[in-house]
């Protein structure tokens, strides 16, 4: 059974930074690419950040460059997100996912939610003063 679990949330004031974590388990993490996502209270489900199966590309949406940072450690089976300089803006809850990638490019990231086929429970995250 697949299993991504998510950690690291909470409430921190407006700058402050945080580490997202998300320990995977029944698969081969070194086989999937992995995302962040992220939802807001009405809002659609976005990328946050995205890292390719073994490569170490990366992606990250519009509003989190240069503030975030994903990385992956295959040996451990984790993908984790830096989170700096946090704006109220990023209050949402935030997802793990995982995208089986055994036959593509290496290379590949994906940002369509549609792409991935395990996910997290999700972590909340609160920016507020």
């Known amino acids: 059974q697949v299993q991504l679990v998510e950690s690291g949330g909470g409430l921190v004031q407006p700058g402050d930074s945080l580490r997202l974590s998300c320990v995977t388990s029944?698969?081969?993490?070194?086989?999937?690419?992995m995302g962040w996502f992220r939802q807001a209270p009405g809002k659609e489900r976005e990328s946050v950040a995205a890292i390719s199966r073994s490569d170490g590309r990366t992606d990250y949406g519009d509003s989190v460059k240069g503030r975030f940072t994903i990385s992956r450690d295959n040996a451990k089976n984790t993908t984790s997100l830096q989170m700096n300089s946090l704006k109220p803006e990023d209050t949402a809850v935030y997802y793990c996912?995982?995208?089986?990638?055994?036959?593509?490019?290496?290379?590949?990231?994906?940002?369509?939610?549609?792409?991935?086929?395990?996910w997290g429970q999700g972590t909340q995250v609160t920016v507020s003063s």
């Open positions: 029944g698969l081969t993490f070194s086989w999937y690419a």
């Open positions: 996912a995982a995208k089986r990638n055994l036959y593509g490019n290496i290379s590949n990231v994906y940002t369509l939610p549609a792409s991935y086929d395990h």
